[in-house]
């Protein structure tokens, strides 16, 4: 018993987290450079291949899809390897496919090496990296995976400039480049997420293989759990559970309308007149409001009083969102855009940091990364159709406002249905709890007296 108290004591998760914060804020920020400032890339792929917005659009599609489509798999080798070993393999394969990238003779090679091979990469590379935070952080997590998120809006402030700078520089091919040298220091911030599973084997030599959990604990209450042994053993039943179907279904809306606004942001205030140096600012302005909103809605939903409702400041952030978006269509000018970019900026930077936090509440930490990787996967589908779908209106339509108003729709449909299932469960969980309440109010009915009325009942010499 000591020396599993020593063991457990030396296993304390958060034994690591300065290495693990920065390493997942590298791994995001690194991320979004790519994810989120690509569409700067689509004016120069059209003037370049004589392509539609269609065309072009299907490169951020099929570089999101892969991402999210291979988000188990990510999961698959974060699990059985480690968080280390899957973000080092995810960085060589994303740094390979823009390198390739640089080099594209065709829109069909740009679909390849810039959509699936470095897809592939940066899933290795995502779920692994957010899943190593819920493990290492407990009483904080909101604000831990905030802070975390945050590495995303870092990225999309601080380089989309930079990237615009780069094509003026050395063409499209040269940025491509650059980024790919930029890609590879994934390697280096997968050394930083120091995988849990080895201080237990240290601590395990120490002990001489002395832990055996008890017969009442099972392996996932450890506090530790093996990377090699469990992906045998993992469970997958939380894929049953009604709530998570509920935020599943939500996913696939919310997934069909937050890609778009990143995708044609730059490419609409382009269209009204625009400088590309502005429309590129948009971009910065929504990536520094994003940093506010992953920390300050991180901070605020770990507060006692709002902790208990992380659900519904989620399906708010939503909302809001899709609120902003169905109201862009009226926004012709940069200072008019200005106050769009912060708004969905921040409640973009709010639901995506809670988006582990309120998976995590739904199936615990247990099977937070097979959980991570099916909500990741669940938004493939939606990111590989919803851009080409609004490339598609845009040249129908020749203008914007239907794109906008699709991703406003879908937003709002998100928080509409999850706001449903959260209404749902309050009433099952309260009928649930008044019939317990009742039926012990029948099993009490049946018990003997009190001692009270026993006393009373009896004889007077009795009694004495």
């Known amino acids: 018993l000591v020396t599993w108290l020593r063991v457990k004591k030396r296993l304390r998760p958060e034994a690591g987290w300065r290495e693990v914060g920065v390493g997942t804020v590298m791994v995001l920020l690194t991320l979004s450079c790519v994810c989120r400032c690509v569409s700067i ?30 988000a188990p798999v990510g999961s698959l080798v974060g699990s059985r390897y480690s968080g280390r070993a899957a973000v080092v393999a995810g960085g060589l394969l994303a740094s390979c496919g823009l390198l390739l990238s640089s080099f594209a003779t065709s829109l069909e090679m740009l679909y390849f090496s810039a959509g699936i091979l470095t897809g592939l990469g940066f899933a290795l590379c995502y779920t692994p990296a957010i899943a190593l935070v819920g493990c290492y952080f407990q009483r904080r997590k909101a604000l831990a995976y905030g802070v975390a998120m945050s590495g995303s809006g870092i990225g999309t402030f ?53 832990h055996v959990p008890s017969a009442g604990q099972s ?6 759990r093996s990377g090699a ?6 469970d997958y039943r939380f894929l049953l559970l009604p709530d998570f179907l509920g935020l599943a279904v939500s996913f696939l809306f919310l997934a069909s309308g937050c890609s778009l606004p990143f995708v044609y942001l730059v490419p609409y205030a382009l269209s009204a007149g625009i400088s590309h140096q502005h429309a590129a600012f948009l971009m910065s302005i929504l990536g520094v409001i994003d940093i506010v ?38 926004l012709c000018s940069f200072p008019l855009l200005v106050p769009f970019a912060m708004l969905y900026g921040y409640f973009d930077g709010a639901y995506v940091a809670l ?31 919803s851009p080409p779908i609004g490339g ?5 339509t020749g203008s914007y ?12 449909a998100s928080a509409v249905i999850l706001s449903a299932v959260t209404g749902i469960r309050h009433c099952r969980h309260r009928s649930d709890s008044v019939l317990l309440q009742s039926s012990e109010n029948c099993h009490q009915g049946t018990r003997a007296p009190p001692p009270q009325s026993i006393m009373m009942s009896l004889p007077a010499g009795l009694r004495a």
């Open 41 to 70: 890339f689509f004016v120069e792929f059209q003037a370049h291949f004589g392509a539609d917005y269609a065309a072009t659009a299907w490169i951020h599609s099929l570089l999101d899809c892969s991402t999210m489509l291979c």
């Open 158 to 210: 601080v380089l989309a400039p930079v990237v615009q700078m780069l094509i003026e520089l050395y063409s499209w091919r040269g940025a491509l480049l650059v980024l790919s040298a930029f890609v590879a220091n994934l390697c280096v911030c997968g050394a930083l997420l120091r995988p849990i599973a080895l201080q237990e084997e240290q601590c395990g030599r120490c002990s001489h293989q002395s």
């Open 219 to 224: 392996e996932s209450d450890s506090p530790v």
């Open 229 to 234: 042994g469990d992906i045998s053993q993992q």
């Open 293 to 330: 909103g992953n920390i300050t809605f991180g901070w605020l939903t770990d507060r006692r009083c709002l902790k208990p409702h992380r659900l519904a400041c989620y399906v708010f952030s939503v909302g809001m969102e899709g609120l902003c978006c169905l109201f862009t269509p009226l």
């Open 355 to 385: 988006i582990p936090v309120v998976t995590s509440d739904v199936v615990g930490t247990t099977y937070l990364s097979s959980a991570l990787g099916v909500v990741y996967f669940l938004h493939a589908i939606p990111y590989l159709v």
């Open 392 to 396: 598609w209106l845009v040249d129908v």
């Open 401 to 412: 406002t239907a794109t906008f108003l699709l991703s406003g729709a879908a937003l709002l």
